[in-house]
């Protein structure tokens, strides 16, 4: 017996050396993740305790740990390697999602950078030590025109390293349709022809072979002609595309399931034979039921949010994580 399982253990680690070394690659838009302290320089008043929604500590580190459980949750035996995040106040609060919750021990690291939204709402990446290298980190925002100054999300790019191969990430949060799916569509326009600037640059030093992710919550869903101009299947593959023409969602408006939340790769990555490769299968929306809460407006579920207007609610987020898994492959030693 002591020999049969020796022989299936060898088996084993030799079938996994041969698929390649997973790693989880996640977004999640965390709904208004702030700190409980004034920033003089944002409009972030109703986040404070005396605020219109009496944000305090209490409840602050209470959305911490109920979002370390979704990450936790979301990663099963493994913490993602790479979790890009949105609606983040400051690297303060997603240092202490890293380093003070559930998530201490699995070595994240923060990247982090203020983006010119007038909220003070920013996107971050936490990026697993033990598994990535970040060799470089940027914000990009649009140049101005006509004199008019960009005053949404920054585009947050960092170039990581697994192992010996490059990946290059670009998260998003493309500016929201509040007030109409017009009011900001010149905005998210502005936005999304960056980032195809940005994607056909890097192809561009680095040739077919180029490595990239982008991901994000994108307030537009694939078949918008927005998500068109990044979404060249020539160059980059809305992984979301299919399970959005089935009807999985991340978030729910007015009763209707949509999925704003995606995550696009290079068609480099598409192939099983590439050096990393993205299995397009893999691309999921973290649904389990405790994400879940009755809509209290329209029949079925809709994501548990942190608030119900400004009551209170204790949830997670109005958003659901999205994920998929990219294998690295292992080359044998000879």
């Known amino acids: 017996?002591?020999?049969?399982?020796?022989?299936?253990?060898?088996?084993?680690?030799?079938?996994?050396?041969?698929?390649?070394?997973?790693?989880?690659?996640?977004?999640?838009?965390?709904?208004?993740?702030?700190?409980?302290?004034?920033d003089t320089t944002k409009d972030d008043d109703e986040f404070l305790p005396e605020g219109s929604r009496r944000w305090t500590d209490k409840r602050y580190w209470q959305k911490i740990n109920a979002l370390s459980r979704v990450i936790a949750a979301a990663g099963e035996w493994e913490p993602p390697a790479l979790i890009g995040l949105c609606e983040v106040e400051n690297e303060k609060v997603v240092s202490d999602l890293a380093y003070r919750s559930l998530l201490e021990g699995a070595d994240y690291k923060?990247?982090?950078?203020?983006?010119?939204?007038?909220?003070?709402?920013?996107?971050?990446?936490?990026?697993?030590?033990?598994?990535?290298?970040?060799?470089?980190?940027?914000?990009?925002?649009?140049?101005?025109?006509?004199?008019?100054?960009?005053?949404?999300?920054?585009?947050?790019?960092?170039?990581?390293?697994?192992?010996?191969?490059?990946?290059?990430?670009?998260?998003?949060?493309?500016?929201?349709?509040?007030?109409?799916?017009?009011a900001a569509a010149d905005l998210r326009e502005s936005i999304a022809r960056l980032a195809r600037a940005k994607t056909d640059s890097l192809q561009a030093s680095c040739g077919d072979s180029a490595m990239i992710i982008v991901m994000g919550d994108f307030n537009a869903t694939p078949e918008n002609p927005v998500m068109q101009i990044i979404a060249d299947e020539n160059s980059m593959v809305n992984y979301a595309r299919e399970p959005a023409a089935k009807g999985t969602g991340s978030y729910r408006y007015q009763g209707r399931w949509e999925l704003i939340d995606q995550i696009?790769?290079?068609?480099?990555?598409?192939?099983?034979?590439?050096?990393?490769?993205?299995?397009?299968?893999?691309?999921?929306?973290?649904?389990?039921?405790?994400?879940?809460?009755?809509?209290?407006?329209?029949?079925?579920?809709?994501?548990?949010?942190?608030?119900?207007g400004y009551r209170w609610s204790g949830g997670y987020s109005d958003h659901l994580p999205v994920l998929i898994t990219v294998t690295k492959e292992i080359i044998p030693l000879q």
């Not at 049969?4 to 997973?22: D, K, M, P, S, Y």
């Not at 005053?151 to 990946?167: E, F, I, P």
């Not at 696009?264 to 389990?288: G, H």
């Open 1 to 38: 017996m002591r020999l049969f399982l020796v022989i299936l253990l060898i088996l084993t680690a030799a079938a996994q050396r041969a698929q390649g070394q997973e790693f989880g690659v996640m977004f999640y838009n965390v709904e208004n993740l702030f700190d409980t302290a004034d």
């Open 264 to 308: 696009l790769v290079s068609r480099s990555m598409t192939d099983p034979k590439a050096k990393i490769y993205a299995d397009p299968l893999s691309f999921r929306v973290f649904d389990e039921p405790f994400l879940l809460a009755d809509d209290p407006d329209y029949p079925g579920k809709k994501p548990f949010p942190t608030y119900g």
């Open 110 to 182: 923060v990247i982090h950078r203020e983006s010119p939204d007038a909220r003070g709402i920013d996107l971050a990446l936490l990026y697993r030590r033990d598994l990535i290298r970040v060799v470089d980190s940027r914000s990009w925002i649009p140049e101005e025109q006509e004199g008019e100054i960009f005053n949404s999300r920054n585009l947050l790019y960092a170039k990581t390293v697994m192992g010996s191969d490059t990946v290059h990430l670009i998260l998003c949060h493309w500016p929201s349709r509040r007030g109409g799916s017009l």
